[in-house]
């Protein structure tokens, strides 16, 4: 199976820093985004206001973008979402309350004509070659999700941020038995987050 099409994962932020949140899924042409976050400028960036991802390689293969999904509504994982959508236009996926507070920015930022897809944890979406699955997880805010992103390669799962809390306050737990269902049929990397806590 030496030349079949291969799944690259490109992090375009995110990794071993806390904040910018964003990975781009890439299978043959299509390109799937996860997050889309921003991070608060260091000391030493005099008159910088924000910083986000370099998103040099979407810009140049922007045509290729299929679609952004998002795991939950911090500002670290959407808080760039007006800068990217602005020069990268493709369709966004998420839950009410996440898609609601992109929603807060791009009108913000006068960015039109991006189309909205609302989803619930345990629906999947066709994005591209990429089928999209959202978990339900807790987070210190709602409507957070993990997702099982699958394409003939195989799939994927990417945590988000997460805890496992038993009594959550709006009573939904951690969905566990769709992530071992997910686990059972094999799963080719699991991307986890890490607050190094
Ligand atoms: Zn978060």
């Known amino acids: 199976m030496a030349n079949s099409p291969k799944l690259r994962i490109i992090p375009l932020g995110g990794v071993d820093e806390i904040g910018k949140n964003m990975t781009a899924f890439e299978y043959e042409d299509d390109i799937l985004i996860v997050d889309c976050g921003s991070i608060f400028p260091k000391e030493d960036m005099l008159g910088i206001d924000l910083v986000i991802p370099d998103t040099t390689y979407l810009v140049s293969n922007r045509h290729r973008v299929k679609g952004y999904v998002f795991t939950h509504g911090h500002e670290d994982h959407i808080g760039a979402t007006p800068y990217v959508l602005s020069q990268v236009p493709a369709p966004i996926y998420g839950t ?16 039109n004509g991006i189309p909205y897809h609302a989803v619930q944890p345990r629906d999947e979406v066709k994005i591209g ?15 957070a999700c993990a997702l099982a992103i699958s394409c003939p390669a ?14 959550p306050v709006d009573g939904e737990v951690t969905d566990l038995s769709t992530l071992a269902a997910v686990g ?3 799963v080719l990397c699991l991307m986890c987050e890490s607050t190094n806590n």
């Open 184 to 186: 059972d049929k094999g």
């Open 154 to 167: 195989g799939t994927v799962v990417h945590s988000g941020d997460f805890k496992i809390d038993y009594t």
């Open 129 to 143: 070659q990429f089928t999209v699955k959202f978990i339900k997880v807790n987070h210190s805010i709602s409507g």
């Open 96 to 111: 009410k309350l996440t898609l609601a507070l992109i929603d807060l920015k791009l009108r913000e930022h006068r960015v």
